[in-house]
C-alpha cells in the first residue's frame, strides 16, 4: 500500500513521556507506520508540567529513530504543546521552538477541566506572531463536545482543528466517535493523525482513516485530510479548509470499497 500519508501528531520518541518506553518500541510503530502507508511521522512529545520539553533531547531521540527508521518513514519534529501560561509565552517568543518542523503549525491541547478565557485572543496573538493553532482531538475533549460554535468561531479566525483516527471507530468512546463524525460533516477537520503512543493499543496506523473517509465522504475529502494538508503543515505552507462534504450513499460507498479493494 502507498498512500503517503503524513501523520502530524505521533508519540514516538523513546522514554520521553507517556509514549514508547524503549527504542525497540517506537521502531515496532515505525514499521506498523510505514507498512499502513505512512511516509513522514512528526515526533510530537509533550510539552507540559508533567513533561517538560527539552527541543535538545527531542533533537537527539530524533536522530536515534532515524538510524533506526532508515530511509521510510521521514521523522520530523514538533510537539504536544499544553495550553498553560509560561508555555504560551515561550511559544510566542520562540514560534519555531514547538512548531511542527519549526514551520508554524502548533498543535494546541486543551484541559478536560477549563477552557481559559479570552482563548480567542491567545490565538489571535500566537498567529500575529506566525504560528498557526492546531487544536488536537477536539472530540475526545468533554468542554469541546459542548462547544462546537466556539470552535466554528476559531475555525473561521484562522485555527485549525486535528481529529484522532481510532475515533471514528469508537476506540474514545461513543461520544468522541459522534463529534468527530459531526465535526467532519461540517468541513470543520483540516487533519486526521494518529495520536498513537504503542505499538500494541494506540497504533500509528492511518489506513483504517483513509478507508473510512474515502468509503462515507470520497478519496478526495480523505486526500486533503490525511495527506494534503498534513503535508502543507510540514512545509509551512497553507492549508485548505474543507468543503461541508456530500455523504456517499450505499450504492456509492459499496462502489468505491470495491474499487478500494481492488486498489489496495
Request: charged share 25%; glycine share 6%; with cysteine.
Amino acid at each position: 500500500m502507498k498512500r503517503g500519508f503524513v501523520d502530524i501528531h505521533v508519540h514516538i520518541l523513546p522514554g520521553v513521556d507517556d509514549g514508547p518506553r524503549t527504542l525497540e518500541q517506537s521502531a515496532a510503530m515505525l514499521r506498523q507506520a510505514v507498512e499502513a502507508g505512512t511516509t513522514d511521522i512528526v515526533a510530537t512529545p509533550h510539552a507540559s508540567l508533567a513533561f517538560p520539553f527539552d527541543p535538545v533531547l527531542v533533537a537527539a531521540k530524533i536522530e536515534e529513530l532515524r538510524a533506526v527508521a532508515g530511509e521510510l518513514p521521514r521523522i520530523h519534529a514538533g510537539c504536544d504543546f499544553q495550553l498553560s501560561f509560561d508555555n504560551i509565552q515561550d511559544a510566542l517568543a520562540h514560534p519555531a521552538k514547538y512548531s511542527i518542523n519549526g514551520r508554524g503549525y502548533l498543535l494546541v491541547e486543551f484541559s478536560d477541566l477549563l477552557i481559559a478565557k479570552g482563548m480567542a485572543q491567545i490565538f489571535d496573538r500566537m498567529q500575529e506572531a506566525g504560528l498557526t493553532p492546531v487544536i488536537t482531538h477536539p472530540e475526545r475533549n468533554p468542554l469541546l463536545q459542548q462547544r462546537l460554535e466556539l470552535l466554528e468561531q476559531w475555525v473561521r479566525n484562522g485555527c485549525t482543528l486535528q481529529i484522532t483516527a481510532q475515533s471514528l471507530f469508537g476506540r474514545f468512546g461513543r461520544e468522541a466517535r459522534r463529534f468527530a463524525i459531526e465535526l467532519l460533516k461540517r468541513g470543520l477537520v483540516h487533519f486526521i493523525a494518529s495520536d498513537a503512543h504503542d505499538p500494541e493499543d494506540r497504533r500509528p496506523r492511518l489506513d483504517g482513516a483513509w478507508r473510512w473517509v474515502s468509503h462515507r465522504f470520497g478519496a478526495d475529502y480523505a486526500h486533503l485530510l490525511l495527506v494534503e494538508n498534513p503535508r502543507a503543515a510540514l512545509e509551512g505552507a497553507a492549508v485548505q479548509k474543507p468543503e461541508a462534504p456530500e455523504p456517499v450513499g450505499p450504492l456509492r460507498r459499496l462502489l468505491r470499497l470495491w474499487r478500494q479493494t481492488e486498489a489496495d
